[in-house]
């Protein structure tokens, strides 16, 4: 062969045999390696060629070549965490709204006066600073922003659970599990936004003839909202109406708070006790001073 040296009376390989054979076999190797190399790099390029001739492969990829990148909030918004993240923050607001709310009317049992300064008070906040009634009318458009994206994030998250689960468990699992108030937590809140509508023409707007002391004045020349409280819930059917909704505020409330701290995260079976004191007591409270107001009305304690 060429390029072999024999040696013939021994029958093998010298030295100068092996390192030709050796050298020969690493050349080979580095040809085959190198070979490999140019074949990989040309099915990348085939691939790459492949994927740009039939575009995305899928919906994601469309939307992301397709849209400009959004604000990160609007982003974030987008996804199941940010709503989560959007009604816990807006729970928040709400609920200190609420609770406020419920001690601000305690001055009804105070008397008529203290009730009607309490409200002149309010619509007199950072005058004159502001113009009169200007920071009031802000407070009241940060807390219907609030709800409006409070509700729209609920809607949005349950389509995206019906989405993912689009067929039903088909056992008591669910109901098993949850509590009542978790499972009535759609119903009560529309029956919370009713009533709120309501109130608002009730007591805030007095449209039409809902409620004719609404804009009145007390001796003091103030606004009479002691006079307009106590004409609205004379009438029995509003105080029912008043103190069932209050009742589905409560059942809201209460899964409200406890589901607060899984949104954001303080979820540890080791504060299960206290989340659930703190939701009840929280409920409790709120239906409690609400569910008073019209009881008093009634059983003639005021107005």
């Known amino acids: 062969m060429r390029g072999f040296v024999t040696v013939v009376d021994s029958g093998a390989f010298s030295a100068v045999d092996f390192r030709a054979t050796g050298a020969r076999g690493v050349a080979s190797k580095r040809v085959h390696r190198?070979?490999?190399?140019?074949?990989?790099r040309k099915a990348q390029v085939t691939m790459a060629q492949t994927v740009m001739k039939r575009g995305p492969v899928s919906g994601t990829?469309?939307?992301?070549?397709?849209?400009?990148?959004?604000?990160?909030?609007?982003?974030?918004?987008?996804?199941?965490?940010?709503?989560?993240?959007?009604?816990?923050?807006?729970?928040?607001?709400?609920?200190?709204?609420?609770?406020?709310?419920?001690?601000?009317?305690?001055?009804?049992?105070?008397?008529?006066?203290?009730?009607?300064?309490?409200?002149?008070?309010?619509?007199?906040?950072?005058?004159?600073?502001?113009p009169e009634?200007?920071?009031?009318?802000?407070?009241?458009?940060?807390?219907?922003?609030?709800?409006?994206?409070?509700?729209?994030?609920?809607?949005?998250?349950?389509?995206?659970?019906?989405?993912?689960?689009?067929?039903?468990?088909?056992?008591?699992?669910?109901?098993?599990?949850?509590?009542?108030?978790s499972r009535t937590m759609r119903y009560t809140g529309i029956i919370v936004l009713l009533f709120l509508i309501w109130h608002l023409l009730d007591l805030t707007f007095g449209a039409g003839a809902v409620n004719e002391?609404?804009?009145?004045?007390?001796?003091?020349?103030?606004?009479?909202?002691?006079?307009?409280v106590a004409f609205s819930l004379e009438r029995v059917p509003v105080a029912v109406f008043y103190i069932l909704a209050n009742i589905a505020l409560g059942t809201h409330l209460f899964h409200g708070v406890w589901s607060l701290f899984q949104s954001l995260g303080w979820n540890n079976p080791r504060f299960n006790k206290w989340r659930r004191a703190v939701a009840t007591s929280f409920a409790t409270i709120i239906v409690v001073g609400n569910v008073s107001f019209p009881i008093a009305v009634l059983a003639g304690v005021v107005g």
């Open 61 to 130: 990829a469309i939307e992301r070549t397709a849209r400009k990148r959004k604000p990160f909030l609007i982003d974030l918004y987008g996804t199941a965490v940010g709503k989560k993240y959007v009604m816990a923050i807006t729970g928040i607001g709400l609920l200190g709204f609420v609770l406020f709310h419920m001690i601000g009317n305690l001055k009804m049992y105070m008397g008529q006066s203290d009730l009607n300064h309490y409200a002149h008070f309010l619509e007199k906040l950072l005058y004159p600073i502001l």
């Open 34 to 40: 190198a070979m490999n190399r140019i074949r990989f």
């Open 213 to 228: 002391y609404v804009g009145t004045k007390d001796s003091e020349g103030l606004k009479d909202v002691y006079g307009a």
């Open 133 to 181: 009634k200007a920071m009031l009318w802000i407070l009241r458009g940060g807390l219907l922003t609030m709800a409006v994206l409070h509700i729209h994030a609920a809607y949005s998250l349950t389509v995206l659970n019906k989405q993912a689960r689009p067929v039903k468990y088909q056992s008591e699992r669910d109901y098993q599990v949850a509590s009542f108030a």
